[in-house]
């Protein structure tokens, strides 16, 4: 079982020097990926080519070696070919007719020959004796020039034959880790998922950044999509998952920065830690989930606000992006259930937006703000290797929520304050508590231990997850309200 790796036509086009480093990067990220799935497997460089020679061991994880081929970028395509000395049509027409008798069978087809060297023949030649061959001794239905529903490839370089016998699209691209290093700010919704994967397919070495506001669980479902774009997508290279605490610095963004303004400082302050983080990586870059206007933080006038409390470069690979065509690659690439299912943290949610922020006007709300609160969160950042995730996630539990309440319990309802405001939790008999998400970990140890208490949000998830949160600080006596 033979492969022959087409290069991205963008690499074709590189200088020398370029092109000959963008193949040994390419060819060294296949060996990596390959080897791990069969360590005899031989990938070998060539100057327009890769060539992936598979033994017969190897057949039993065809499957596997195909959909690496595929998720690994800077490849064209792939064609799965059976190598043949040339030495006469009727000697190719005995091996072609072996490989596809069986697949022409009813079918309309075409013969394509594609070759270098010199010889004593034209393609059309090859094409049209092979053609004539296959018709008369395959169950083939007819030869159709131009619109048949298989086409039999062929490929001649001086006196080698590759028929193709499977055409194996690739994701395109360069090679992983032929750029530099970025940060890609993950938090697991559509946005930055498809962000940071666009990021990964253009050959950058992407390390994860997430600014967590949901406790271990609402980490450990980013971890676990961060993992699945790195082992499909990365896997030759070496990254990072790097957590910031961030609950505190939007508890402090909530009490003193002015509504109309709390989207944009909340950026600002995560392209703070961002830069900080870059520079320990020593990435190049961050990139952003945002697209042109699809929230208020995000027109033009507030990205430039935002911008300018970093030198760092900035990059969004979504900017011009529809919504849907977001969605769209989600779910092309296998991520649609991971960002569905993730909860978004809303905590910082302004009544009256302001779209057009000044950058005075910011600097004097963000004046109020208590910047030791970012050094603390920056402190506690958790660094880990991404393919130390699946150990990691094996720690994290789950809990079960609670309908039917007993005299002993206190239900504490941890939304946002506009929301307790504007839909108060009515329960005759049972003790209610309003204590903000952001608040609820730094204040629960101060709460009476003797009672057990249920917590509650809108929709069940942030309520489960600063639950979790608490568990893991040590407490039992914690659980989620659903009613």
Known sequence: MKFVVKLFPEITIKSPP????????????????????????????????????????????????????????GIAHVIEVHECPLESFEQ??????????????????????????QHDFSSGEMERYIGFGLLQQTQALKVDLHTPQITVYLEIKDETV?????????????????????????????????????????????HFVFFNLGGAVHEAG?????????????????????????????GEILQTIDHSHMGVVLKRMMLRAAERVAANVKAEAVITGESIAQVSSQTLSNLGVIDRVT???????????????????????????????????CGVISD????????????????????????????????????????????????????????????????????????????????????????INQQFVDFDQSRNYLLYCEKGIMSRLHALHIKDQGFDNVGVYRP
Not at 94 to 117: A, M
């Open 162 to 206: 590759f028929v193709v016998e499977r055409r194996i699209d690739g994701l395109g691209g360069y090679p992983q880790g032929s750029q530099e290093a970025v940060v890609s700010l993950i938090s697991g919704g559509f946005d930055s998922i498809v962000a940071s994967y666009l990021t990964m397919k253009r050959g950058a070495k992407t």
């Open 222 to 250: 980013v971890k676990q999509v961060a993992y699945y774009l790195w082992k499909r997508f990365g896997s030759s290279s070496r990254v990072k998952f790097i957590s910031v605490p961030f609950e505190e610095v939007v």
């Open 92 to 117: 190719l027409l005995k091996i072609v007719k072996g490989i596809w008798s069986e697949r022409l069978k009813d079918k309309r087809f075409v013969v394509r020959v594609k070759r270098s060297g």
């Open 352 to 439: 009256k937006p302001n779209v057009k922020a000044q950058l005075n006007r910011v600097q004097e709300e963000e004046d109020k703000f208590n910047f030791e609160v970012l050094e603390q969160a920056l402190g506690k950042t958790c660094v880990s290797n991404i393919d130390a995730v699946p150990e990691e996630l094996k720690e994290y539990r789950q809990i079960t929520p609670k309908q039917e309440l007993q005299v002993n319990d206190i239900v504490v309802d941890v939304r946002a304050s506009s929301d307790q405001q504007k839909k108060p939790l009515n329960l005759p008999g049972i003790e209610v508590l309003t204590v903000p998400f952001f608040q």
């Open 311 to 345: 030198e760092c470069l900035v990059l969004r690979p979504l900017i011009t992006y529809d919504k849907q065509d977001i969605i769209d690659l989600a779910t092309k690439i296998g991520t649609y259930e991971y960002a569905a299912c993730m909860p978004e943290y």
């Open 18 to 73: 370029v092109r000959k480093r963008f193949i040994q990067r390419l060819n060294s990220n296949l060996q990596v990926i390959l080897q791990r799935i069969e360590p005899k497997i031989k990938v070998r460089s060539l100057w327009d080519r890769i060539d992936v020679n598979c033994p017969p061991v190897t057949e039993a994880v065809y499957e596997e070696i195909v959909t690496a081929l595929e998720d690994t970028s």
